[in-house]
């Protein structure tokens, strides 16, 4: 939720003095209200623009400080984080590899972003995260017993003429090693739990 001051910095338009016509205000009022309480057709709005190589960037950020209102009340969060989820999923779906799973498309990249401008306590945040993930991230670069690859055919040719490689050991390895990441970042996250950002 945005703080007293950056409340106060937003500037609102009445849209009753821009547009004249009570009839045309109500249909607006309507027309956004039925955005905001729909936000998977904010997604397919911002999916097909994406598609047909629109200026998302403009569609975007009219989205979030219009509908959901520069994130303002805490329901604004709520409704956005809600929209990002349906362009997520939308996402997924399309995908055919883990790869490709990764790749977030623009679209969706613009709208995190725009949202992550409406979090006062960002900065504070991934100092947090920072903290959090450097022990795990550094044993990842550090990794010397072998080679990491989620598709196995990969790692395979990769690792041709050094051993005999063995599939199922290497899965073994790697699932052990990622587990024990996993188990550095849970205890990263305990420890420095204390210095989570309060907004």
């Known amino acids: 939720m945005a703080t007293s001051r950056e409340a106060d910095s937003i500037t609102f338009l009445n849209a009753s003095q821009r ?12 027309f956004l209200g039925n955005l905001r309480s729909h936000p998977e057709a904010v997604a397919e709005v911002l999916k097909w623009a ?13 989205l979030v400080s219009v509908v959901y209102g520069h994130c303002v009340f805490p329901e604004d969060h709520a409704q956005l984080l809600n929209m990002i989820c349906h362009l997520l999923m ?25 949202y992550c401008q409406q979090l006062p306590g960002l900065k504070s945040f991934l100092g947090f ?20 690859d ?9 690792l041709q003429g050094t051993d005999d ?5 290497y899965i073994e390895s790697s699932s052990q090693f990622i587990l024990s ?6 205890v990263e996250l305990n420890r420095f739990q204390e210095f989570f950002p309060p907004t």
Not at 19 to 30: K, Q
Not at 94 to 108: D, G, N
Not at 141 to 146: A, I, K, Q, V
Not at 150 to 158: E, G, H, I, Q
Request: proline content about 3%; overall charge negative.
């Open 150 to 158: 989620y598709d196995v055919t990969k790692a395979s040719v990769r």
């Open 19 to 30: 547009i004249s016509s009570p009839n045309l205000l109500e249909s607006y009022n309507r």
């Open 181 to 186: 990441v996993c188990g550095e970042f849970l």
């Open 129 to 148: 995260l920072f903290q959090v993930l450097r022990k795990p991230l550094m044993s990842i670069l550090n990794y010397t017993d072998g080679y990491l």
């Open 165 to 169: 490689f063995d599939v199922s050991a």
């Open 90 to 114: 939308h996402h997924i779906k399309q995908c055919s590899s883990i790869k490709e799973m990764f790749s977030i498309e623009p679209v969706c990249s613009r709208v995190v972003s725009e």
């Open 50 to 62: 994406g598609q047909e190589g629109l200026d998302s960037a403009h569609l975007t950020y009219d």
